[in-house]
């Protein structure tokens, strides 16, 4: 920043809320101890901390509770930031604000992409931390006001991660959240056809400090985060040398801290060719990695310009990383060119054979600023109807499609199949992660007393209360015998919602895909 405002100004900042997904856990929510949201939202927290210190700033995450009249009354200006799923919640937020009469500001990925989509905001932010917010910064110094016409500020210079601000953690209740987030890297070098993190943030990986990491993981934990942090990186391995250089940081980290996280992460699936990095990994407690497998099909890699998940054998690199204790989470994509009318029989197959516990299973869609939005406008396959589960138009019929959806989402996630493919990680995956030590940290009486009050809600609501709970006993009774309680906790926890979440999107009260516009709920905040 050139220079730094004088003037006072009060912004609110509000995350709109996110529609239900499966990524997002909220069916576990019940059984854990005020967890009211998944993750922090990582990135209008660092607006709220690179906007100048003689501001005061609020801070409301609609997906713990709605921002209310005072908060609106108060404020000069409304940032808002998020994605294209939440397109709705988010105009939704710009409409309350304008009934104060306060001037709105939209930053984020979907303005990013689509700044036509949001006619309605008085400032549009274009891109990442740089010289456009410094623009927005002075404007608003100067006047406040709402301009008499919207104004839409692209950067050019972007900040580099190295000079990010430490997010503003201290502005939301961070143990309210399932998990805490953390960012290292921007950024990946690949071009699935699909994928719109090249478009956004381009494919030269750019990178915090060890140093930085660090001082925002003390941050994290003296100020109460639950018991994992994910990196939100886009490839956590996107750029090999700087994250080998990272890892022994985290470990030390984690060793002089008594291990209170285990890590979490996203990585191209050809990082099972990386055991250095892999080791590291296990060395530091990563626990889980997010993989975008996308399909079991060779040719459709190839056709989507993912052929990096062909330099190992896909099963033999999901067993590579569980050899290291990581259990892997996968993206997968029905509705592909590629698809055949025996897909879901393959992919089923696939999930059984992988044993992978947790896939999040999507129609494609098509987004902006990707190759495939591109060649299927070409084409004329892109279909503008918000009732539809997808914006493509499939190869095959789209009932035919949407029907596979919901056969595979109903026998990968009966309460049996999600059972044993977490019995079998507790007994090929799990062994394979470091023994962490009882130190202070992870046996603090406030770990204690969740780890009570979770166990005790999960036998309650699951192995009482719920219709699958012979299944749930059937899982429950060998760790019991052997006093897994850490396992009889934290797989119930994820296998519910993973259950629940199911049941729904089978009988339609759930999207086909995280990104689809069909709106099945009001798009108002969370009361």
Same mark, same amino acid.
């Given at each position: ?26 069916? %576990? ?275 989507? %310009? ?47 054979? %992988? ?34 589960? %997808? ?137």
């Amino acid at each position: 920043m050139t220079s730094l405002p004088t003037e006072r100004r009060q912004i609110l900042c509000v995350f709109p809320r996110y529609s239900p997904s499966f990524g997002t856990f909220e069916y %576990s929510f019940p059984l854990l101890d005020g967890v009211s949201a998944f993750m922090p939202p990582q990135g209008l927290l660092v607006v709220a901390a690179a906007l100048p210190a003689t501001w005061d700033v609020r801070f409301c995450d609609e997906n713990l509770e709605p921002a209310t009249a005072e908060d609106f009354a108060w404020a000069d200006a409304v940032f808002v930031s998020g994605m294209h799923i939440q397109r709705p919640q988010i105009n939704d937020i710009c409409r309350r604000a304008h009934a104060y009469g306060k001037t709105t500001v939209l930053g984020g990925p979907s303005v990013s992409a689509c700044p036509e989509q949001y006619p309605e905001f008085d400032y549009l932010h274009v891109g990442e931390l740089g010289d456009a917010t410094d623009e927005v910064i002075s404007r608003l110094a100067r006047d406040p006001s709402r301009p008499t016409r919207q104004i839409v500020l692209t950067t050019r210079a972007r900040r580099e991660l190295g000079d990010f601000p430490i997010p503003a953690y201290g502005l939301v209740p961070l143990e309210r959240y399932f998990i805490g987030s953390i960012q290292f890297s921007s950024g990946c070098p690949y071009q699935c056809e699909f994928c719109d993190i090249p478009g956004l943030y381009g494919r030269t990986p750019r990178l915090k400090t060890p140093e930085q990491i660090i001082a925002e993981l003390d941050i994290l934990l003296a100020r109460g985060t639950n018991g994992a942090v994910y990196f939100v990186d886009d490839n956590f391995i996107a750029h090999r040398r700087a994250v080998r250089e990272l890892l022994p940081h985290l470990v030390k980290w984690q060793k002089r801290n008594g291990y209170p996280f285990y890590f979490a992460c996203e990585a191209t699936l050809n990082i099972a060719k990386r055991p250095e990095i892999l080791e590291l990994m296990r060395e530091a407690s990563f626990g889980t990695v997010f993989c975008g497998i996308e399909t079991p099909d060779p040719d459709a890699l190839r056709a989507m %310009s993912k052929e990096h998940n062909l330099m190992v054998p896909i099963v033999e690199a999901i067993r590579t990383l569980n050899s290291y204790g990581l259990e892997v989470v996968s993206g997968i994509i029905l509705g592909l060119d590629t698809d055949k009318a025996n897909s879901g029989e393959a992919l089923v197959e696939f999930i059984e054979r %992988s044993n992978i516990p947790m896939l999040t299973i999507n129609l494609l869609q098509a987004l902006p600023r990707t190759p495939l939005w591109d060649r299927l406008a070409r084409e004329g396959r892109l279909i503008h109807d918000d009732s539809r589960e %997808s914006n493509v138009d499939f190869k095959l019929p789209y009932e035919e499609v949407l029907a596979t959806w919901r056969d595979c989402m109903d026998r990968a996630y009966r309460p049996e199949a999600v059972f044993a493919r977490f019995a079998y990680q507790i007994r090929e995956t799990y062994p394979h992660r470091i023994k962490l030590p009882n130190s202070p940290q992870r046996l603090s009486f406030r770990n204690i007393r969740r780890a009570v009050y979770m166990l005790c809600r999960i036998i309650w609501e699951v192995g009482v209360r719920s219709n699958y709970r012979k299944e749930f006993w059937k899982f429950a009774r060998p760790l019991l015998r052997r006093g897994d309680i850490e396992n009889l906790i934290a797989v119930p926890l994820v296998a519910h919602h993973l259950i629940m979440f199911s049941r729904e999107a089978v009988a339609g009260r759930r999207n086909a895909s995280h990104y689809s516009a069909r709106l099945l709920e009001p798009a108002i905040a969370a009361e």
